[in-house]
């Protein structure tokens, strides 16, 4: 069993397009995470859920929408895709509210190319 | 603030050779540390993790790291590699407050036959 998942997998579309991620945990964990990784393999933290809540939001831009209907899910919904926005998404998750001393648990990442 | 510094991009190491992948952190007081593994088109995995107790910490796959406070370091290290080792390496620092890690810029380590 997949215990954190995204689709799709790939996601390759044009620049002004509106595009959405899916993440989804099995793990029973109640805080869960957007990161992006540049080409560089750099990795940064986006946006942190826990119990639906917003907790972490990391002077993304606001084209950028997370939302999560439940704790097992958080999307990420992105409007007008930028040539910048190319990058692997990893979704994560983690059991905890306060601190930072449990383990994430990630996606197999969503790679997303805007020509 | 905090931060990670992997100071090494490569490590090249021979199969069968100790390796060694290096991670300081800055921070006052007690961290809490995490080194990750990711292999091509892959998440990231998780390996091992410092909170409190012993400074030696051993986790999956054999690898093991090794915390010290007076050099603020936490470096990975495994006794014998293996070309299956070959990955990207990442160093974490979490947060006190909230669930929040700060990365490393990530080392990669070649083990040849």
């Known amino acids: 069993d997949t215990a954190v998942s995204q689709t799709p997998k790939y996601l390759v579309t044009q620049m002004g397009n509106d595009k959405s991620i899916k993440c989804e945990q099995n793990?029973?964990?109640?805080?869960m995470y957007w990161y992006k990784q540049d080409s560089k393999k750099f990795l940064k933290i986006m946006f942190s859920?826990?119990?639906?809540?917003?907790?972490i939001n990391e002077t993304v831009p606001n084209r950028f929408s997370p939302k999560s209907p439940d704790k097992a899910h958080l999307n990420l919904h992105i409007n007008s895709l930028e040539l910048g926005d190319s990058a692997v998404y990893f979704c994560?998750?983690?059991?905890?509210?306060?601190?930072?001393?449990?383990?994430?648990?990630f996606g197999p990442g969503t790679r997303l190319t805007v020509t | 603030a905090q931060s990670v510094a992997q100071p090494e991009d490569q490590v090249n190491v021979a199969e069968g050779n100790p390796l060694t992948v290096k991670c300081t952190y800055s921070?006052?007081?007690?961290?809490?540390l995490f080194w990750y593994v990711q292999y091509p088109n892959r998440g990231l995995q998780f390996l091992l993790k410092?909170?409190?107790?012993?400074?030696l910490v051993k986790g999956s796959y054999g690898f093991e790291a090794e915390f010290n406070k007076s050099q603020t370091s936490f470096h990975l290290k495994k006794p014998s590699a293996l070309v299956s080792d070959s990955a990207l390496y990442f160093c974490?620092?979490?947060?006190?407050?909230?669930?929040?890690?700060?990365f490393g810029s990530g080392t990669k380590l070649n083990v040849k036959p």
């Open positions: 921070v006052s007081g007690n961290p809490y």
């Open positions: 974490a620092q979490g947060a006190y407050n909230f669930n929040k890690f700060y």
């Open positions: 793990l029973g964990h109640d805080t």
């Open positions: 994560a998750s983690s059991q905890g509210r306060t601190g930072g001393k449990n383990e994430q648990y």
């Open positions: 410092y909170i409190t107790g012993d400074n």
């Open positions: 859920y826990n119990n639906k809540e917003l907790i």
